[in-house]
Each structure stands twice: as C-alpha cells, then as structure tokens.
C-alpha cells in the first residue's frame, strides 16, 4: 500500500512539473491565482519588462528569471532550458521560444471575417384549405326521388336544377288552388259591379274580397309545395358525390349532394402567440401544398381570430388563396410561410466560441493585438454562431491560434482579414 501511494506521488509531482514547464500559459494561469513559485518559469512583470539588462550578461534563462551570480544555471551563455531567450539580444540555448509563458512571445493566428444574419424572420405552420364558400344540399321534404341532373364533379350556376322528387299531387294542389284563385277573381269583379250601383251590400263586397285573398295564399302555398320537389344549387360552384339513388324513398333532411367554391381556397393555421402582435389583415403568405410538390401559391392573410387559444397558446389565423386553375382542393394540407422583419444578429465561425466562468467569448483581431469579445450564443447554424455581441459586419475573428491568447497579446496574421477591409496573404509556417 506504501509503495502505491508513493507510486502515486510521484507520478502526480512529475505530471505537476511536466503542466508547468510544458502547458501554454501554466506560469500566467499561477500568477493570477496568486501562486509565485520560487522554481520554474517566471511571469515578468511590467517593471521588469520594462527595466534594461546589464551590458554584457550573457545569461540565457527565460524572461522574468534572474541568474544568480550573473551567470544561469548550467553554464556561462547558455539557456536555463530550450525555448529560454537570451538578455542582450542572442537566443538562448535551443532558440524559439516555447508556447506560452514568455511576455514578448508573439502567437501566429487566422482570421474571418463576422457576417450578419436574420433570424425570425419566417414563420412556417401546417393549414388546411377549406373552400371559400361551401353547401350541402338536402332533401326540404320527403318523397321518392325520380331523377339527378347533375353528376360529380360538374360545375353548376346558382339556380341550377339538382334533382328532382315526384310531385303528381302537389301539381294537383297547385293546380286547385289556380283555379279557385281564378274563381275568386271573377266573383270579386262581379261583387264590385253590383255594389257599384247598390245592387249588393257593403259586405257582400267584403266577402268576396277576403275570399279572394285566402285563394290567393293558398296558391302561394300550393306552389312553395311543389318548388319543394325540386332541388336547385344555391350557390355556383362543383358538385361533390351524390349521396342518393333515383327511385328510393328520400327522407326530409337527407343529404344529396355538396357544392363547393373553390375559385378561392381559405387556408386556416395557427401560429404562436409570440407572433400575435405582428400579424395583420392583407399581409402576404405563400403557400406549398403536400400534394403538389415544387409549387408554390400566393395570397393574403383575410382573418384573424379574436382570441388566444388558452390550451394551446396559439391563435388562429386564416388566408385566402386565389384558386383559378383549380389545382387546389379543398381538405389538402399546406405548408403556409409568413415573412416578418425578423432581428439580425453578427454570425461568427464556431471555432472562434470560448468559454469561460463569464460565459462565451470571442478574441478579435484589431491592429496587431488579441482582443476579448463577450458573445452570448443566440442560435447555432451549420455554417455559423449567431451572438450578441459589440461586432459589425467585416470585423476580424481570430478562428485558429485562440488558445494562446490573452487580452491585449501581439499576435500576427497569417491569413485572413484585418478588420479594415483588408486580407492578409497566406503564410507558411
């Protein structure tokens, strides 16, 4: 147990040493947590960055170190270890510095450009089409159905005979009451010339008038009756299926047929009740029906509902859609888009997003310098990160080198933009 415990220790002393000596930034990351070791690379601060070495130390240890003795450790002239630069000028040792951990080290980084981006700007919900104006046809009264003028799928005016039903005996009625109309018509006259020259009493003239009258209603009765054996469209439009057969007993109230107009197609959706304050009567959609692939309608939107739906919280909305071809029919379900203004944001690479205990971040490239950029993440695309963020269009977003960055750093561009509507050449390393 004793010697897995030292086992232990010892790998985790060595992994500390491998992270310090190693790991970009491990010397800075210790000097803001407040930890100064006695050992180790050193973070310079600015009185030392900015005090001048002795002429003619020929000390090679990394910045910030100062050799005891005027000489470093291992040796007259040569680096504390590979990477460590030389005061007065010569590099030290191995030569290039090492990734992290020196104040004059200058990171190489590629840049894009930041774009701009709309977001909500479309609105897309599933409708169904309802034709605009719609009837179904029944029976006003019972009877036997003796023939159909129409067929499915034809096209008739409004007054258009239907159907009819036997009417041998509301003829007979209608017939009846003509002739007592006829009769009542002649007394009448006669009563009128007779009481023109006294022949007759006053209410003699007054019976015949009120019976001239009942005659008079009883063949309006008569005829409502016999224009109830036959059916007639009420509205233009197509006819649907007929749902009776010539010679059966038809009941009153039983469905015939329906005629639908379909000039114009009603197109009900809802949308959510975040986008209620933006709809407004007149306002364009452009439609895709599922059963007509690759075309596309127009129209406006003709009706809004008064109310919020407090089980589904959306509102119901419906548009009309000019029909003249007759491609649309009525139950089809639509794909319907609304355009709205919608809100812009900056779009960045993904490989710019950092994160810290602040939240997201990117680094910008301005005059040479690294310079950090809070960005809160609005919506992740294929091709980018919409945030919202101090950035305008052609501002350069350092995408590779990020991880050796700190604020205000020297960086030098490889490739990219500058942010000044200039583009640095490709280098090579």
């Known amino acids: ?138 029976a006003p009264s019972a009877g036997e159905l003796t023939e159909v003028m129409v067929r499915p799928g034809q096209v008739v005016a409004s007054g258009d005979i239907i159907a009819r039903f036997d009417s041998a005996a509301e003829q007979i009625e209608f017939d009846r009451a003509k002739l007592a109309v006829d009769d009542a018509q002649a007394t009448l006259t006669r009563t009128e010339g007779l009481a023109s020259n006294n022949v007759v009493a006053g209410t003699a003239l007054s019976a015949a008038q009120l019976s001239a009258s009942n005659a008079e209603l009883e063949l309006r009765n008569a005829e409502v009756a016999l224009s109830r054996r036959t059916i007639t469209s009420p509205i233009a439009g197509t006819v649907g299926l007929i749902r009776v057969t010539p010679g059966n007993y038809v009941p009153a109230q039983t469905t015939v047929t329906s005629i639908d107009d379909t000039s114009s197609i009603l197109i009900d959706f809802w949308v959510p009740e975040r986008y209620a304050g933006q709809l407004t009567p007149d306002m364009p959609v452009t439609v895709n029906a599922v059963a007509l692939p690759g075309q596309s309608f127009t129209g406006d939107i003709s009706a809004i509902d008064t109310r919020i739906d407090p089980a589904s919280r959306t509102l119901q909305v419906q548009a009309e859609i000019p029909n003249p071809d007759g491609l649309l029919r009525a139950g089809m379900s639509f794909t319907v888009a609304v355009d709205f203004p919608g809100e812009e944001y900056p779009a960045v690479n993904p490989l710019a997003i950092l994160w810290s205990a602040e939240g997201s971040y990117v680094w910008t490239y301005q005059e040479g310098k690294a310079v950090r950029v809070p960005a809160e993440i609005i919506q992740r695309n294929s091709d980018g990160v919409l945030v919202r963020a101090d950035l305008k269009p052609g501002d350069a977003i350092i995408t590779e080198g990020i991880l050796q960055l700190s604020e205000g750093a020297n960086v030098t561009l490889l490739d990219g933009p500058d942010g000044s509507g200039q583009t640095a050449e490709a280098a090579s390393p």
């Open 1 to 138: 147990m004793i010697r897995q415990l030292l086992a232990s220790a010892a790998v985790l002393l060595v992994a500390a040493f491998a992270w310090l000596y190693f790991a970009p930034g491990a010397p800075e990351t210790l000097a803001r947590a407040g930890i100064n070791l006695p050992f180790g690379p050193q973070v310079a601060s600015a009185e030392d960055e900015t005090r001048s070495p002795p002429a003619g130390a020929g000390q090679g240890s990394r910045p910030g170190a100062q050799a005891q003795g005027g000489q470093p450790p291992g040796g007259s002239g040569q680096g504390g270890r590979p990477g460590g630069q030389a005061q007065g000028g010569s590099p030290a040792g191995g030569g290039a510095g090492r990734p992290g951990g020196f104040g004059g080290r200058v990171t190489n980084v590629i840049t894009t450009g930041v774009t701009m981006a709309r977001i909500n700007d479309t609105l897309s919900a599933i409708g169904e089409g309802t034709p605009v104006r719609s009837v179904t046809v029944t």
